[in-house]
């Protein structure tokens, strides 16, 4: 007999950077702990940049291991080897292989985040073997004056943008967005961009950590800060068009303005989709429809991104939500960017009884749900929880985001043999 998985929780690995700042640990109550050669472990404070927490990483050089459960000490690539798609859902696996196709992040971003692109997955594994990187960055908080930088103000050409990261203007040409707290961005492959000024981020991205660095704000020019620039390998995968609004969501912060996110569909027992505020017609005796009514719903869940490479909803968790795994077919992530939620499994005690096995998780903290877990109760321990839900679909032909039409070549430059120097 199968031993029974269960929700998995990871213990978080920090990742100091010269734009981060002390916001995960003073405000998600992040404790990092850093081993020296000896193997002697300090709890890292405030004094410490640390500018992203990995929360759930199958990276091979940067594996998350497991806080919780009789699993505990194993990494998530020993659970990917072992359990393969009882973990991720058969689709998934057989996309993906062992590969845990998800990256989960906090970001503290409290100077200048550099200039960056991510290639899409069609030039990342021809060039490098990889997944490419599309992310999506939910703003968990965002002090006054903090900035985004995503894609161009107006159509730029390469070389315009070439020159302009040589002499420090590329900041007159970046679309900048002052963003607030609840914001959605969809930071689409060969989207350039940047951040700036306080902001505290929830970062979904494919497993890949594929960053093409274009600009750092003049820290390149100063020996003692230049990090690697990577402007000519990245010149033809950015799209230079103007901004795309689309692929950023004004939370409710913004009151009227605020972007309108419809709830997803549901599926009653019969298998018909529905959405909120719709009648169940189904005839069948006993059967019932998933949805709450449009009140509820229709606020509890809303779709932020659909993709390829993942889907993502946010759910204001006020009331208990059941979960029908089934209709997911993958596993499920959830990350808590407020309150406190518990997922309550049906389970057998050791006297054949039934009861609840339960799995709490809070603020600041990501956890994720085997595919082959039975249905189970998401509920709120604070009337104030919001969470984050993210899993994946895969489909055959992932879409381009890059400009076909744009020549993205420099002038004056010798471009044979540049896929073999790669």
């Known amino acids: 007999m199968e031993k029974k998985l269960y929700p998995f929780k990871f213990i978080p690995v920090p990742s100091p950077r010269p734009w981060g700042g002390s916001a995960l640990v003073a405000n998600l109550g992040k404790q990092f702990v850093q081993c020296d050669e000896e193997g002697n472990e300090t709890v890292l404070g405030t004094d410490v940049l640390i500018g992203e927490s990995w929360e759930l990483a199958d990276m091979g050089i940067e594996d998350s291991v497991v806080a919780n459960g009789w699993l505990a000490g194993n990494t998530i690539s020993d659970l990917m080897e072992t359990y393969l798609e009882r973990i991720v859902g058969e689709k998934v696996y057989n996309c993906f292989g062992r590969q845990f196709p998800l990256l989960i992040k906090f970001l503290d971003i409290n100077d200048k985040l550099s200039v960056q692109v991510h290639p899409d997955d069609e030039v990342a594994i021809e060039r490098y073997d990889s997944l490419g990187k599309a992310e999506i960055w939910y703003v968990m908080d965002a002090k006054p004056g903090a900035k985004m930088y995503c894609g161009f103000n107006r159509d730029v050409t390469a070389q315009e943008f070439y020159d302009r990261c040589q002499n420090g203007t590329v900041d007159e040409i970046l679309n900048v967005i002052e963003p607030r707290k609840g914001d959605v961005i969809f930071i689409t ?3 350039v961009h940047a951040a700036d000024g306080g902001l505290t981020i929830a970062e979904i991205q494919e497993s ?3 960053t093409f660095r ?24 950015i ?3 103007a901004f795309d609004p689309g692929i950023y969501r004004k ?64 759910i204001a968790l006020t009331d208990p939500l059941h979960i029908y795994t089934e209709k997911f077919e993958s596993f499920i992530v959830y990350i808590c960017l407020e309150g406190a939620a518990t997922i309550q499994v049906p ?16 603020k600041g903290e990501t956890i994720l749900v085997p595919a082959d877990m039975p249905d189970f ?46």
Not at 286 to 309: A, R, W, Y
Not at 347 to 358: A, H, I, L, R
């Open 377 to 422: 109760l998401l509920v709120p321990r604070d009337k104030s929880t919001m969470l984050l839900e993210a899993v994946t679909r895969p489909e055959e032909d992932i879409d381009s985001y890059i400009d076909p039409e744009t020549e993205a070549f420099l002038e004056n430059e010798d471009y044979e043999g540049l896929e073999d120097e790669e």
């Open 214 to 237: 274009l600009y750092d704000w003049g820290r390149e020019f100063d020996p003692a800060t230049a990090r690697k620039m990577h402007l000519e390998e990245a010149i033809d995968v």
């Open 208 to 210: 890949s950590d594929m």
């Open 239 to 241: 799209d230079y068009r």
């Open 251 to 314: 939370g409710p912060l913004w009151g009227e303005d605020a972007s309108y996110v419809p709830c997803r569909p549901t599926v009653c027992d019969c298998g018909e989709e529905c959405h909120c505020g719709d009648e169940c017609h189904c005839e069948e005796e006993g059967h019932e429809c998933h949805c709450h009514d449009e009140s509820q719903e229709g606020q509890m869940i809303q779709d932020l991104v659909e993709c390829p490479q993942f889907c993502v909803s946010q």
């Open 347 to 362: 389970s057998v005690n050791e006297k054949g009884e039934p009861c609840m096995d339960t799995y709490e998780f809070e």
């Open 189 to 191: 492959p060969g989207t």
